[in-house]
Nanobody, 114 residues
Framework: QVQLVESGGGLVQPGGSLRLSCAVS????????MSWYRQAPGKERELVAS????????NYASSVKGRFTISRDNARNTVYLQMNSLKLEDTAVYYC???????WGQGTQVTVSS
């Protein structure tokens, strides 16, 4: 059974940093691409960042490029999202996603507020 469990969300001031983690089980993690999405209140879920399985190539939404970094540790079956220089508009529930399986985590709340 595929399971994705996010952690690391919380309340942070503008300009601060957080690192989200997504622990994966139920499939051979290193063989598949992984993504992070987010959904703010009243808005559609949007792709934040993705990372490929082979070269670890990354892709980012224009709104987070240069501030967020996605990475993966295949030995730990974990994908990370390092978020720096956080802005008020980054407030959302962040979800880990395994596209090949259509699997989603339960989400972790990130709130940026002064």
């Amino acid at each position: 059974q595929v399971q994705l469990v996010e952690s690391g969300g919380g309340l942070v001031q503008p300009g601060g940093s957080l690192r989200l983690s997504c622990a994966v089980s139920g499939f051979t993690f290193g063989n598949y691409d992984m993504s992070w999405y987010r959904q703010a209140p009243g808005k559609e879920r949007e792709l934040v960042a993705s990372i490929t399985m082979i070269l670890g190539s990354t892709n980012y939404a224009s709104s987070v490029k240069g501030r967020f970094t996605i990475s993966r540790d295949n030995a730990r079956n974990t994908v990370y999202l390092q978020m720096n220089s956080l802005k008020l508009e980054d407030t959302a529930v962040y979800y880990c996603h395994a596209p090949r399986f259509g699997a989603w985590g339960q989400g972790t709340q990130v709130t940026v507020s002064s």
